[in-house]
């Protein structure tokens, strides 16, 4: 990785709302056994907080181009990636919300 210093003065930071789109059922016994039980408990007790109306903030995503200005190698500019959040997004999904606001991190040209 390569650090700019310009880093934080280079980028935007929107809240922005998002759907969730999901190929196959997420609560089903296949999906929750691959899960580390850490992982597991986590995503059911931030489930449960969700219900609750708890705030537990918005999941992080960040451009491509944004990942290359700190040293990504040809990493597609046009994608996002998720930097943190699939507990909280799991949690949803289980509570049947599917539209979100997520936290995205992109460069200003």
Known sequence: ???NPRFWDEINIQVIKSKIYFKKEIYNDEFMSKLTPKRKKDILKYQWMIKKNMDLGH????????LNQ???KNINEKKIYMLDGSRRLIASLLNEIKEIKILLMSHIK
């Open 59 to 66: 999941p992080l995503f960040i451009t491509g181009e944004c």
């Open 70 to 72: 700190i040293g990504g």
């Open 1 to 3: 990785m390569i650090w």
